[in-house]
Structures are given as C-alpha cells and as structure tokens.
C-alpha cells in the first residue's frame, strides 16, 4: 500500500500564495503520473495539475484551464514529493486539495486531503 502525505493547506486572502507538498512513502519513480485534485463545496472533484513520472514522457505536465498561469506542478525526485505552488489565488481555489499518485494506468492511490481556502 502507498501512502500520499499532504502538507501545506491553509487560510490565505486572494492574489496570496501557497505550496502544497505530497511526500510517497516510495520511489515516484514507481508511478505513471502524479497530480492534484481539489474538491469544493457542492462540485465534483476535479483534476488541478498533473505530471508524468516515469518513461519517455516523464516531466510532462497537465494543467487545468482554471489554474494555467497561476499554479506549477513540479518534483524533487529525491524526496519522493510532488509540489503545487499556487500563486494568485482567487476564492474560487477554495477546495479541499488531494494528491494522486497512479502505479498502473488503471490504478489511483489518493492522499487524505489538506483544505485551501481563499478569502476574498
């Protein structure tokens, strides 16, 4: 089993940053892809950012049409951790922020979340 450590959520005004962090209790080289979604109040999750990590295509990134410009996926391979810096942040960022970590293309280990939320 693989477990995905959020950090970093907090209670910020717009137009201030935040980095999220996601430590994997193994290698991201043993993974497809990694990313972050977020779910707000009411909505459906959706997908934030995302990143391949192994292969031919590793370092390849994804990005919501919401969060382009605003938000960087990236990876300290060394540390097992994905980050999402996201600056700018409006109100609508606020959600609840879940880090994935895919082993196989059918297959999705999901963090325990770490609430944002962005007043205006």
């Known amino acids: 089993q693989v477990q995905l450590v959020e950090s970093g959520g907090g209670l910020v005004q717009a137009g201030e940053s935040l980095r999220l962090s996601c430590v994997a209790s193994?290698?991201?080289?043993?993974?497809?892809?990694m990313g972050w979604y977020r779910q707000a109040p009411g909505k459906q999750r959706e997908l934030v950012a995302a990143m391949a990590t192994a292969g031919s295509s590793a370092g390849t990134t994804n990005y919501a049409d919401s969060v382009k410009g605003r938000f960087t996926i990236s990876r300290d391979n060394a540390k097992n951790t994905v980050y999402l810096q996201m600056d700018s942040l409006k109100p609508e960022d606020t959600a609840v922020y879940y880090c994935?970590?895919?082993?196989?293309?059918?297959?999705?280990?999901w963090g325990q979340g770490t609430q944002v939320t962005v007043s205006s």
């Open positions: 994935t970590a895919d082993p196989t293309y059918s297959n999705r280990y």
């Open positions: 193994r290698s991201i080289f043993s993974f497809i892809a």
